[in-house]
């Protein structure tokens, strides 16, 4: 045969690497760390293997393990010990992430992110805390609409300044809200800026869905929403432009890097942020996208390491600079 073309000749083991696109390191990588103010000791979480809820007195043990790995850094999660409407533990200075933070900032070399948000400390579950909103049609003559409870969005940034400059005050290295409020990532930017943290940057969850994919994080981190659902501030599955435009928003308010979540799922909308923006963009390979293989890997239908290792380089080469992923200590121990 006169073939021009041989692309199989750059397959052969030799010249591989020299030729791959796309390379992952563990200092990619970013591992999410569960700290829970309700237990002395740790606490498996059943549907996330590997992982567990640590107690406070544990988290400078459990993040020195990550290192060990070599991942350089961590995000950390809070269980409170007690949960109100307002969510009002996510701000206490003696609060669960802010205990961490002082322990694992001063005690270890981590590079510590801290996921804002209330979710997690509010006892209905949602993102901040709720108002009732009243539909149009409820206003006029006829049958009135039930008014729906949904998160008050001014009120919440409130709450986030708050959460974010006590963060900071306890040693976080950089802040991640999560929370989908407009206009959160401008009110935080200057509560740290007047706070004297100008040197804290934002990683925003800039495009977060409401995505299914979280379920088994809601359990680990006993924050699923008490009733109805988030999608009133939560992204649309459907919509890809609209990403390119919370991205946008973000950037004018000051966030310093971009995220993307789910990960998987969502490859085009990294990807379109990757070429629209010169911010890096970091994608969180969520906790239902962790489930899902260790399930069929149990099952003995999918080979583990082989299909996380696949999974964040397809995320990578989808252009996200930096990934969250449960599978951080695991791969990084690979690579
Ligand atoms: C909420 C938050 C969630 C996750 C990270 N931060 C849950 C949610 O929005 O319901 C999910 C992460 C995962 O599934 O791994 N602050």
Redesign the pocket.
Known sequence: MDLTHRPRRLRQDRIRDLVSETSLEPTDLIA?VFVDATTNERVPIESMPGHERVPIDDVVARVEEVLEAGVEAVML?GIPESKDPDGTRAWADDGVIQEALRRVTSETDAYVIT?V?L??YTDHGH?GPLEEELRGDALEDGPACEPTMTVDNDATLTALEKIATSHARAGADMIAP??MMDGMVGAIRSALDEAGFEGVPIMS?AA?YE?A??????DA?D??PSFGN?RHY?MDPANAREALREVRLDADQGADVMMV??ALPYLDVISAIRREFDHPVAA?N???E?AMLHAAAEKGWLDLEAVALESLLSIKRAGADLILT?FAEDIARQL
């Open positions: 999410p999660f996921d948000c979710c997690e993102c999560s929370g969850y977060k995505s994919f979280y379920g088994p994080f809601r981190a924050g699923a988030r939560q979540k789910p969180y969520v906790s239902g962790y449960y």
